[in-house]
């Protein structure tokens, strides 16, 4: 697509259920990146992809989280069992491999509010 | 370690005047440095960057930014604000394992 798309765009949830956020991003990217993005926190890695693989999850919080890509395009990432402080804007960006040093494209962000 | 450090938390500036937001990164080569904003509820959006070259870099919506090697320092300017630049900008430096590394950001608020 033109932009890198994310979705939800707000999603509310109850501590302790599952959420999944999705990210499609610039067609022809093979580089994805998910950041969050908490109040005070500023802007933390979490992940990145290269194609359909990850070769740095180190930025994952605890094992409650998890992201996979597939078809070296859509990329979800999932958070089991929320807390109230998984609550934060989730960035997801994209590049074409081995240009990310030309800077990022990032999506608008999915808000996450648990409750 | 690389890292970005943005001292101004919030800047308030009447509109029309000018804004500089400062920005220092310690990297042990040469960096590459970006500005990105960020409106209320939206993503980030790529404003400049610089990689090398000409140490003043141009970018979108009217703003430069400085590049200088002595003082560790990418300061972003603009010479006439307007409303419509009240939002939080990030600086960031491209680390050579792919990530960017933001600063804390500076939120900047416009005043009539």
């Known amino acids: 697509g033109a932009g890198v798309s994310q979705s939800p765009s707000n999603k509310v949830t109850e501590k302790g259920k599952d959420v999944e956020l999705r990210c499609d991003p610039i067609?022809?990217?093979?580089?994805l990146y998910w950041y969050r993005q908490s109040l005070g926190q500023g802007l933390e890695f979490l992940i990145y992809f290269q194609g359909n693989s990850a070769p740095d999850k180190s930025g994952l919080p605890s094992d409650r989280f998890s992201a996979e890509r597939t078809g070296g395009s859509v990329s979800t990432l999932t958070i089991q069992r929320t807390q109230q402080e998984d609550s934060a804007v989730y960035l997801c960006?994209?590049?074409?491999?081995?240009?990310?040093?030309?800077?990022?494209?990032f999506g608008s962000g999915t808000r996450l509010t648990v409750v | 370690a690389q890292s970005v450090t943005q001292p101004d938390i919030h800047i308030t500036v009447s509109e029309g005047a000018s804004l500089e937001l400062r920005c220092n990164y310690s990297y042990g080569a040469t960096p590459y440095l970006f500005w990105y904003v960020q409106s209320p509820g939206q993503g980030l959006q790529l404003l400049l960057k610089?990689?090398?070259?000409?140490?003043l870099v141009q970018g979108i919506k009217g703003f430069e930014a400085e590049f200088k090697r002595s003082q560790s320092s990418f300061n972003l300017r603009k010479p006439s604000v307007h409303w419509s630049d009240a939002a939080e900008y990030f600086c960031?430096?491209?680390?050579?394992?792919?990530?960017?590394?933001f600063g804390a950001g500076t939120t900047v608020t416009v005043r009539a």
């Open positions: 960006a994209s590049s074409f491999e081995g240009q990310g040093g030309y800077g990022y494209t």
């Open positions: 960031a430096v491209w680390r050579d394992d792919y990530k960017l590394s």
């Open positions: 610089y990689f090398s070259g000409d140490t």
């Open positions: 067609s022809g990217h093979t580089a």
